[in-house]
């Protein structure tokens, strides 16, 4: 199917994979509606009011995502919503949002036919390891991990129970446009591009790094092929890279060499050290495997970043 028409709604649509899925849902003449915890659209999709209906409703307030859900009538749903890893939440903060809010909406829907249910999984949901599989056993050792773990049993629960198509999307690192300035490739080209030193705390945990551009793919194959209900599929480039290298690379291409300084700090007891994905069953599942080179898509991630200062002040994640 395609999703000219189809009624979307988007959790979390104000962070950066929202931003950039709303646009290309919007693109494919889809109807979005995504859920903000303000009255107003989130500052990342401003612009995007007039085409856009956004719904003011809190995942923790099971009435607003009621009355948000009863608008919306979704053929598709994109739980996008989430608590944040760096820097971490509370811990009653990521049961709140990821657990509780989880099954608010999962509540809210139950009354909808034929839902399409997609969730934003996390790879901390695994713990450490490389080339980790879908059926590797979880192991995770923060919050986000251990609750993301609980949020995708719900939304599969649910599916089973109220007879939805449901899929995790397991992202690893997806970073491009509309990132949040606080993570770390943002970081290093706000501040290359401001003349500073680049400052990293801990050059050696890897992550598997997939843009933003591939990563809307993903979603979009998942809304739009026929999947098994119940799937996880991971998605990320299947290699992985430590945060020195990434933020060696980016200055090398900034023409900036040389400008990074290691502070180091007492190390996390959340910290993952090790963590990339093997990503054969969203080859075989979505059609789907990563199509921008990564340093092409830092390039590009680069470039958004230097021609859209108008964005950069005001970006969460």
């Not at 192991?139 to 899929?167: C, D, E, F, I």
């Not at 690192?173 to 030193?197: K, M, Q």
Request: with cysteine.
């Amino acid at each position: 199917m395609d999703l000219a028409g189809r009624r979307i709604l988007f959790t979390g649509g104000g962070g950066m994979i929202g931003a950039n899925l709303v646009r290309h849902a919007l693109g494919e003449k889809a109807r979005v509606f995504v859920t903000a915890r303000t009255p107003a659209c989130p500052a990342n999709l401003s612009e995007l009011a007039g085409s856009v209906e956004c719904l003011q409703a809190d995942l923790r307030d099971p009435e607003a995502i009621q009355r948000a859900v009863d608008v919306a009538q979704p053929e598709i749903v994109v739980h996008l919503a989430a608590t944040a890893f760096n820097p971490p939440p509370a811990a009653s903060d990521h049961v709140d949002v990821n657990v509780r809010g989880t099954a608010n909406l999962l509540q809210a829907l139950a009354g909808q036919k034929d839902v399409r249910f997609i969730q934003a999984g996390s790879g901390a949901q695994y713990g450490d390891g490389d080339g980790l599989r879908e059926d590797a056993p979880e192991r995770p050792a923060n919050w986000l991990g251990m609750t993301k773990s609980a949020a995708a049993q719900l939304v599969h629960g649910a599916g089973r129970l109220y007879g939805w198509r449901t899929a995790e999307l397991r992202l690893f690192t997806p970073f491009g446009p509309w990132e949040g300035r606080h993570r770390l490739i943002p970081h290093v080209i706000l501040s290359a591009l401001a003349g500073d030193t680049v400052t990293i705390r801990n050059p050696r945990p890897e992550r598997d790094f997939v843009y933003i551009g591939d990563v809307v793919r993903a979603f979009h194959n998942a809304m739009t092929l026929d999947i098994p209900g119940g799937s996880t599929i991971n998605i990320a480039s299947g290699q992985g890279r430590s945060v020195g290298e990434v933020a060696g690379e980016i200055l090398a291409l900034m023409g900036k060499s040389g400008c990074l300084s290691v502070q180091p700090s007492e190390v996390r007891a959340d910290e993952i050290w090790r963590c990339s994905a093997d990503i054969s069953r969203a080859r075989e599942m979505l059609d789907w495997r990563p199509e921008v080179p990564f340093s092409e898509a830092l390039r590009r991630t680069i470039d958004w970043f230097t021609n859209a200062p108008q964005h950069t002040s005001s970006m969460r994640s």
